[in-house]
């Protein structure tokens, strides 16, 4: 499949370039946000594995991201043509290590795959329904890579599967305001070890774009907006 994208010999393993740039095997799993190491039971991105989100808010995706590339980590995002550079940075991905391919054609499975030789963490948006084949082979190569593969879909024998809920708005106050802030539970369930559903509350997007413990007394309130928006723990 690499070779049918093109890409043959431009691309190498990312956990050799890992060990390249550290001088050690790699790092088995890539860091996640605090409020997201719950959700996984490897408390991050386990290398080898599929963690699917199932499709909602591009916002839970890019949270997903954010730990991995703002500490070195590249990153690749394959089929959301509607998922702009200024969102990824807002949720605190590094976007010279960020890869976009919005119209990837018919043969996504092949640009996936070659993405998954060399890139650290791969988010696949199928143009519709996949067949159990392209999904174990895509997984399978993520295994065989050292690479996270990160379905935006309904993927079977995803290792963790994250969906999100709730999604209420803070801010406008009686009538009028601003939107500050939005409510959501992200919950988990998965194989093996992931196989006890787990869930947290958290505020995507934050009022203040600080990672720190919501006041349960200030919950009601509405501050003025000071920072980009990431991820606060609800409780």
């Known amino acids: 499949m690499v070779r049918d994208a093109g890409l043959a010999g431009l ?79 807002e949720l605190g991905i590094a ?6 391919v919005p119209h990837p054609g018919p043969e996504w499975p092949s640009v996936v795959a070659a993405l998954l ?4 963490i ?3 948006a199928p143009p519709g329904p996949v067949v159990a084949g392209v999904s174990s082979r895509l997984a399978a190569r993520a295994r065989q890579r050292g690479s996270v593969l990160v379905p935006y879909a309904r993927w079977g024998g995803a290792d963790v599967v994250l969906d999100s809920s709730g999604g209420s708005w803070h801010g406008l106050g009686q009538g009028r305001g601003r939107l500050l802030r939005r ?22 997007p934050d009022r203040t774009g600080a990672l720190a413990p919501v006041d349960p007394g200030a919950l009601g309130s509405a501050p003025e907006h000071t920072g980009p928006s990431v991820l606060e723990a609800v409780s």
């Open 122 to 124: 791969v988010v696949a």
């Open 11 to 89: 691309v190498r393993p990312a956990s050799a370039q890992h060990a390249d740039e550290t001088g050690t095997a790699g790092d088995r799993v890539l860091p996640v946000l605090p409020e997201l190491r719950h959700l996984l039971p490897a408390g991050g991105l386990r290398r080898g594995s599929t963690v699917a989100v199932t499709p909602g808010t591009t916002s839970v995706l890019l949270a997903l991201l954010a730990a991995a590339s703002g500490s070195g980590s590249w990153c690749a995002v394959v089929g959301l043509p509607t998922l702009g550079p200024a969102a990824a940075a």
């Open 117 to 120: 030789d060399g890139v650290d």
């Open 183 to 204: 409510e959501m539970t992200i919950s988990a369930r998965g194989r093996g070890a992931a196989a006890r559903p787990r869930g947290i509350t958290v505020w995507l």
């Open 95 to 100: 976007l010279d290590r960020l890869a976009l």
